[in-house]
């Protein structure tokens, strides 16, 4: 799942350079809860003062080598000055890749003591979480996001998505739930980011009715993507609601936003469950016609079944002799026969059912009898007898071919023809 985690280089590096320019300044506006008594403003000591000025010089001209080691060279006592350049030096570090987790030591160490100024001080333990995400230090990104919000008295929904986030990648789903309910309902234009982690954490844990709740959320607040539409209708397959997962895949088909191989396929397998044959063949047969859909052997005998449902007999028995083609399965050419019988063409259904057989086909005794009915509808009751004797050997159809034999050789008699 993607991660929803900033660009922290950009913000750090422009801070770096904002941290310094306004040292001297005043209490920004007011960042903390509204009952937090806030302390005298603190400035910056005129000895580290002079070295951090020179620090930021470097810093200015791309030597960010010499800035930092200008920087680590402060020793100060003083607990506002040291939090001020272990606040510059992490924040300097966290433009520099690779430097993640040295950046992340000099930002706590500047927060850890309430040194800092307010707005400095939110702005670092704000930042010391999103580094923690980049850094893949889940816990401590929690705790960090959890110290902004207790300090600043704000809920922000991007705080709770990414909260959400951390516990995804601990494992820890059930948790996952309560803050993507809170950014759903802060985030003033609809954001999809807290929905999805809401439904992976529902859908991991095997909850699948609150998985299609959340899926069907998705379908309405962002119609236009076709994503959720296609989602939404395996979910309702997995919960086993099939008319609702055709009605959304059928939306979804018209609108255009079925373009995968599985969607086509779930789709024409939706019509064939609701009972609608005849549209599982249209759609198997346009894609497999188009490319999306392999022409391979199973694809033309589920194609075969679903005109064979559709009482389409003819078309049918067509997709299996493909399917024959393809994969030399003695089956295909039976299924072939028996449709083509069916479709009263005995001269062809008898080609198929001899082919059947000469390639070891199972089902030999209900292959016979219907080779012989195909003889004795088109007059060659010598060769129906052939079939039937063939037929008695097999005791699932014994009693079948038993009952045909007396027919057979009254008809014969009839036209005088010895069998």
């Not at 929904?157 to 995804?168: I, K, L, S």
């Not at 069907?216 to 962002?222: A, D, M, Q, S």
């Not at 079948?400 to 009839?414: F, G, L, S, V």
Request: aromatic share 10%; with cysteine; charged share 30%.
């Amino acid at each position: 799942m993607k991660k929803f985690v900033k660009n922290i280089t950009a913000i750090a590096t422009l801070s770096a350079a904002a941290l310094v320019s306004n040292y001297a300044a005043a209490q920004s506006s007011p960042v903390v809860c509204p009952d937090y008594k806030r302390g005298t403003t603190n400035i910056i000591g005129e000895r580290a003062g002079k070295k951090i000025q020179k620090a930021l010089e470097a810093y200015n001209n791309d030597l960010i080598s010499e800035a930092l080691e200008l920087l680590y060279e402060i020793d100060t006592k003083q607990t506002y000055d040291r939090a001020f350049t272990d606040n510059f030096i992490g924040k300097m570090l966290a433009g520099q890749d690779g430097q993640g987790d040295k950046a992340l030591q000099y930002l706590k160490g500047s927060v850890n003591p309430k040194a800092l100024n307010d707005s400095e001080h939110a702005g670092t333990v704000r930042l010391v979480a999103d580094l923690s995400m980049q850094e893949k230090k889940y816990d401590q990104a929690i705790e960090y996001y959890e110290r902004w919000m207790t300090f600043t008295c704000k809920q922000d929904p991007d705080v709770f998505t990414r909260m959400a986030q951390a516990y995804y990648e601990l494992k820890q789903l059930p948790k996952m739930v309560e803050p993507s309910d809170k950014a759903i309902a802060l985030y003033e234009k609809p954001n999809k980011n807290p929905y999805v982690l809401k439904l992976q954490s529902f859908y991991e844990r095997k909850m699948y009715p609150q998985t299609v709740a959340v899926a069907e959320e998705l379908v309405r607040i962002f119609p236009d993507n076709k994503q959720w539409w296609s989602q939404l209708g395996f979910f309702y397959m997995l919960v086993e609601d099939y008319k609702k997962a055709l009605s959304t895949f059928e939306i979804a088909y018209n609108q255009g936003f079925l373009s995968k191989k599985s969607e086509i396929k779930a789709l024409a397998q939706l019509y064939a469950t609701n009972d609608i044959p005849y549209k599982a063949a249209v759609i198997m047969e346009k894609y497999i016609k188009e490319g999306l859909i392999e022409k391979d052997d199973k694809s033309l005998a589920n194609l075969a079944n679903s005109w064979h449902q559709a009482r389409e007999y003819k078309k049918a028995a067509g997709y299996y002799a493909q399917a024959a083609q393809e994969k030399e399965d003695p089956d295909y050419y039976r299924k072939q026969g028996i449709l083509l019988h069916a479709a009263e063409d005995y001269k062809g259904a008898l080609n198929a059912l001899q082919k059947a057989l000469d390639k070891g086909a199972d089902q030999k005794g209900r292959i016979h009898i219907a080779m012989m009915e195909a003889h004795i509808y088109t007059g060659n009751f010598r060769q129906a007898m052939v079939h039937v004797r063939e037929a008695k050997k097999d005791k699932n159809v014994e009693r079948t071919a038993r009952a045909w034999e007396p027919y057979i050789k009254e008809k014969a008699k009839n036209r005088g023809i010895k069998v």
